[in-house]
């Protein structure tokens, strides 16, 4: 760590590796997100995807480019970004690499709720996402409140969000076999996760939380670091401990529950983003930054790898992040039993 002061006198500690993996996984993403704006039934060369970006490109790029491909990629970044700080929050109050909000139920209590929209009311798309975020948010107020006993504990709040994320599998199961032959498939759809056909509709939406919910997060960053050293010493430090997990939880839910509403559920980027980020920092603590970064970037060329590398199938994202974010589970757990953590 290094302490940089200001003209002013305000001394900020930064760590130098940590602001450059920002800054490399920040590049990654850009680039991802231009090749990836670049891909499709019409190819455009990355050079002429910044020159159309920059108001430079003929009639049919600025069409292609601003109006069909760049929410597309938009929308990626802020639900990969949101996954991963909710993933990465949930991790260090829970003091768990398993603590990902996909894991302990928060996910499945968006899809229900999305899943009740569609079967139960017929609902159209923007009612489905606020049945997600709703969803989300009743499924994060639960799990508070069972895990609650003078306090939220990281290895209670785990096994509890196991439980109830299987209870809502159980509901997710239910509520698709109960369904007509068109609300299935369309149940069967969402619950894939894709990023296809997502405009500037839900970009504006996802990006109005994120700014209001990101900077907050930041700024309990620091009490947040002190909470993975436990109650106790994170009081004695002078956090305000309760107020913090409250609402960090609160922000952390409700971040995963409008990536889910507007994308579907993507598996597994809350789960992976903020370990690849804190093995690369080699930092201890949230690594918000590098996390969310991180989660961006995972996102955009999963999405990338979904639209180009099986030839003509296109598949949906959350395909090529379950399968990657599988075998990078049971590596984790591999490392963790080796550790003797689990």
């Not at 994060?140 to 990281?154: E, K, M, P």
């Not at 894709?194 to 996802?206: E, I």
Request: include cysteine; charged fraction near 10%; aromatic fraction near 6%.
């Amino acid at each position: 760590m290094k302490a940089i002061r200001t003209p002013g006198g305000l001394s900020v500690r930064t760590d130098p590796r940590a602001v450059a993996v920002v800054l490399v996984l920040t590049a990654v993403t850009l680039g991802a997100g231009i090749v990836l704006i670049g891909s499709g039934d019409f190819p455009i060369a990355p050079g002429d995807v910044v020159a159309t970006l920059l108001g430079n490109g003929t009639a049919a790029q600025e069409f292609i480019v601003q109006d069909l491909r760049l929410p597309r990629a938009l929308v990626g970044l802020l639900v990969g970004a949101s996954l991963a700080l909710s993933g990465a929050i949930f991790q260090t109050i829970s003091r768990n690499p398993l603590g990902s909000p996909d894991v302990i139920g928060f996910g499945q209590g968006a899809t229900v709720g999305a899943l009740t929209v569609i079967v139960i009311f017929h609902g159209n798309p923007l009612a489905v996402a606020g049945g997600a975020i709703v969803g989300g948010l009743v499924t994060g107020v639960a799990v508070y409140v069972l895990a609650w006993r003078r306090g939220v504990h990281g290895y209670r709040l785990v096994l509890i969000g196991i439980g109830v994320a299987a209870i809502l599998t159980a509901v997710t199961h239910y509520l698709v076999t109960k369904a007509s032959l068109i609300d299935a498939t369309r149940a069967t759809l969402w619950m894939t996760g894709s990023l296809d056909g997502r405009d500037w509709a839900q970009f504006w939406p996802l990006l109005a939380v994120f700014a209001l919910l990101a900077p907050l997060v930041f700024v309990y960053g620091r009490p947040l670091r002190l909470l993975e050293m436990g109650d106790d010493a994170a009081f004695a430090l002078g956090a305000p401990v309760e107020r913090t997990r409250v609402v960090l939880m609160g922000a952390g839910v409700l971040l995963m529950a409008v990536a889910t509403a507007a994308a579907g559920p993507i598996a597994f980027v809350a789960l992976s983003a903020p370990q690849l980020a804190r093995r690369l920092t080699r930092s201890p603590g949230p690594n918000l930054a590098a996390a969310a970064v991180m989660g961006a970037a995972l996102l955009l060329l999963a999405d990338w790898t979904a639209s180009t590398a099986f030839g003509d199938r296109q598949l949906p994202v959350g395909v090529v992040t379950g399968v990657l974010g599988g075998c990078y589970l049971l590596w984790l757990l591999v490392t963790e039993r080796k550790a003797g953590r689990i």
